[in-house]
C-alpha cells in the first residue's frame, strides 16, 4: 500500500508537457494575419486619401482655369473698349499700338498688313483723313438685328489666343478729290468731307502677348451704309465703292484686295 500511494503522490507532482512550438506557431501567424490586416486598412486609407487629394487638386484646378478664362474675357473686353474710345476720339495712333507687330485689318475689299505698315497706313492716313471712327447711333430705318450687338468672345483651350465678335455703329468720311480751291479751303478747316453712316459686325482675332492681349486680326463685316449724319430723321442707303488699287498706287490704300 505504501508503495502504490508513494506512486500516486510522485504523479500528481509531475508537469504536463507543454508545446511551446505550437504555440509560438500561432501567435506567428495570428501576428502576420493581424499586421497584413492593418497594412492592407492603412494602404485602404492611404489610396482613399491619395484620391481625394488628387480630386481636390483637380476641382482647384479647374477653379483656377474657369478664373483665369473669365478675367481673360473681360481683359478683351476691355481691349475692344479702348480700341473703340481711341477710334471715337481720333486717337489713331493710339490704335494702331493695340496691334500685334503682325497684325492686320481687313476692310472695305481690302487687306492691310503689318502694324507699321499697313495698319498704320489705314487708320493714321485713311481715317484720319476721314474723320472715320466715331460712334453713332444707327441710321433711321437701318437698326440692327440686336443679336448681332450681343459680345461672343471665344478663347482657345491654353489662353493663348481668342476669337470675338462685336458690332459697331460709325461715321465713316472720305476727302472730296478736287483740285478746286474751295475744296482745298474746305479742307483747311475740317470739312471737304463726304460722310455716312456704316454699321456692322467686328471679327476679331487676339493674341496674348506675355500677359496682355493685342489684336491679331480685325474684319470690318458691313452690314448697311446709309447717307445720314446725327440728329437727322432721314437716312438713305448709299454705295460707296470698295478698294480698287493697292499701296502705292493709291497712297492710303491696302497691300492686298479681297474682293
Request: glycine share 10%; net charge positive.
Amino acid at each position: 500500500m505504501a508503495i502504490l500511494k508513494l506512486k500516486t503522490e510522485s504523479n500528481r507532482g509531475l508537469k504536463q508537457p507543454v508545446n511551446d512550438h505550437g504555440r509560438r506557431s500561432f501567435l506567428w501567424k495570428a501576428g502576420a494575419a493581424m499586421s497584413a490586416v492593418l497594412a492592407s486598412a492603412v494602404t485602404g486609407v492611404s489610396r482613399s486619401l491619395a484620391d481625394q487629394d488628387t480630386d481636390l487638386k483637380d476641382q482647384v484646378d479647374r477653379l483656377s482655369n474657369q478664373l483665369g478664362i473669365n478675367e481673360d474675357r473681360e481683359a478683351i473686353r476691355k481691349l475692344h473698349r479702348t480700341y473703340e474710345s481711341c477710334l471715337d476720339q481720333g486717337r489713331y495712333e493710339e490704335v494702331v499700338s493695340l496691334f500685334t507687330y503682325d497684325g492686320e485689318v481687313s476692310y472695305n475689299g481690302g487687306l492691310f498688313i503689318g502694324r507699321e505698315r499697313g495698319v498704320r497706313r489705314l487708320y493714321c492716313d485713311h481715317f484720319r483723313a476721314g474723320f472715320t471712327g466715331k460712334k453713332i447711333e444707327p441710321a433711321p430705318g437701318f437698326g440692327l438685328d440686336p443679336t448681332w450687338f450681343q459680345d461672343i468672345i471665344e478663347g482657345a483651350a491654353d489662353r493663348r489666343s481668342a476669337r470675338a465678335r462685336f458690332a459697331y455703329s460709325m461715321q465713316v468720311g472720305d476727302p472730296i478729290i478736287s483740285d478746286s480751291q474751295l475744296v482745298k479751303m474746305a479742307r483747311l478747316q475740317g470739312q471737304g468731307i463726304i460722310k455716312w453712316w456704316e454699321g456692322g459686325i467686328h471679327e476679331v482675332s487676339y493674341v496674348k502677348e506675355g500677359d496682355s492681349w493685342k489684336i491679331k486680326r480685325l474684319e470690318y463685316r458691313v452690314i448697311a451704309k446709309a447717307n445720314y449724319a446725327p440728329g437727322r430723321s432721314y437716312a438713305r442707303s448709299i454705295h460707296v465703292p470698295a478698294f480698287s488699287r493697292t499701296y502705292p498706287a493709291d497712297p492710303t490704300g491696302p497691300d492686298r484686295l479681297t474682293t
